[in-house]
């Protein structure tokens, strides 16, 4: 079982704070996008670099790299030692589109960080420390969110095709292309009794700790997700001599479900979040009406029963709604992320961590998704927050105080060294 000990009499451990701080800002010009922020969605060649970034960082301090059948990136001590049960930490490197810097980077390189202090500070460990980069948490481009946690898992479900991005094509090559193989995707699975526990540090994306003052975040709890890949198909034609009436608009269906999607949140309260955030209207032209929409909708809770009630809703609802207007709706669910706890004695864990640092903490829930909830279902998992300034996530004005940076992975490395020390 899972084993914590007390903090080192000597005091606790640091990380080198410049050093971190200066990874994520070189890191941050990966993927840089002209518009704003960074763009750096997953088997994108920006992500490619990325990845091949984060490699020499952990070489130049002597840890040893891999990349899984998956995409993942693993980082571990160097040498040939005997094979220890690990403590696994880590998040994501991609992005979403014109995102902010921290969202999963901060998680990853303070993963990278403690490993190499751990291995610097003592050859014995009761647990082996490795560090994470998951391939493709947010499915920007890949629209499979959590691939690389869920193949960590073993949980990649059916592979009988491939999967393709946003626009068809295959992840094949793109995979290939960073050291992974969509034909062994299957190997990357671990057994979950070799993982003692998982610890994810992120921001926190939202206004809770800010407000509250407080530097630390023990994370409760994460919300679920299920996402609708929708596609509405009508009849395009000329804009000017088509008649309203008969019409079949997918654009107009596409605004009346907009707002029905909205009001499952607001005024019915079926959910505590609900957002269309992707409409693809083709042909697109202005004097066109549209023959066909693809869009998607996103439910978020807490409580794992609603959303399931509400998926089996709106795949009744939506086309409904559709069919009023003359336009047929295929509706898909193409993601269904169960919200998840996180393991108690890891919450109690960085609490103490944070204590022994002098740092105040309060207990926050998720709203924002993370391969910590994947990782949950079978591993001892716990999430360190901290915060965001004005909550701000998923956009290029994301920031957080560097010595709040700094602290936080101070907090990873304690809880991580009381586990593996
Ligand atoms: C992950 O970033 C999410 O969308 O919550
Ligand atoms: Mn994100
Ligand atoms: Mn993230
Ligand atoms: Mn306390």
């Known amino acids: 079982g899972l084993n914590v000990s007390a903090p080192t009499p000597a005091g606790p451990l640091r990380v080198d704070g410049p050093r971190l701080l200066q990874g994520l800002s070189d890191l941050a010009r990966i993927g840089a996008d002209p518009r704003g922020g960074i763009t750096r969605p997953s088997f994108s060649p920006a992500d490619r670099e990325a990845v091949r970034w984060l490699r020499d960082w952990a070489t130049e301090g002597g840890l040893h790299t891999e990349v899984d059948p998956a995409g993942n990136l693993l980082v571990r001590r160097p040498g040939r030692r005997h094979r220890l049960p690990v403590a696994l930490m880590g998040s994501h490197l991609d992005t979403v589109h014109n995102a902010g810097h921290l969202d999963g980077a901060y998680g990853v390189l ?43 898992m073993g949980e990649t479900g059916d592979m009988s095709v491939d999967p393709v991005d946003n626009e ?174 996180t393991d108690e004695r890891l919450r109690a864990a960085v609490a103490e961590a944070a204590d022994a640092l002098g740092l105040n903490h309060m207990t926050v829930s998720s709203g924002a998704g993370h391969d910590a909830q994947i990782m949950a279902a079978q591993v001892p998992t716990g999430m360190i927050f901290v915060p965001s300034c004005h909550g701000l996530s998923h956009v290029p004005e994301e920031h957080t105080k560097d010595e709040d940076l700094v602290a936080g992975a101070d907090v990873l490395l304690q809880t991580a060294a009381n586990l593996a020390l």
């Open 110 to 152: 303070a993963a990278v960080e403690t490993v190499r202090v751990l291995s610097a500070a003592s050859a014995e460990c009761r647990y082996e420390p490795v560090a994470v980069a998951f391939a493709n948490e947010e499915g920007a481009l890949f629209p499979q969110p959590f691939w690389g946690s869920r193949a960590l």
């Open 168 to 341: 068809g094509r295959s992840l094949r090559e793109p995979l290939s292309l960073i050291g992974g193989d969509l034909d062994r995707v299957a190997e990357a699975a671990w057994h979950p009794a070799d993982i003692v526990a998982y610890l994810e540090l992120h921001i926190e994306q939202g206004p809770v700790l800010e407000q509250a003052g407080s530097r630390i975040g023990v994370v409760d709890a994460i919300v679920g997700r299920i996402v609708f890949d929708i596609e509405l198909v009508g009849a395009a034609g000329h804009a000017g001599t088509t008649p309203m009436r008969g019409r079949k608009d997918p654009l107009a269906a596409a605004a009346q479900i907009t707002l029905a999607v909205r009001e499952t949140a607001t005024r019915r309260r079926l959910c505590q979040r609900a957002t269309v955030g992707r409409l693809e209207v083709s042909p697109n032209s202005t004097n066109v009406i549209p023959g066909t929409v693809r869009m998607t909708a996103e439910f978020r809770d807490g409580d794992a029963d609603r959303l399931e009630l509400l998926e089996k809703l709106l795949h009744r609802e939506i086309p409904a709604i559709a069919e009023e207007l003359g336009v047929h709706a295929v509706v898909q669910t193409s993601t269904r992320v169960r919200a998840r706890v």
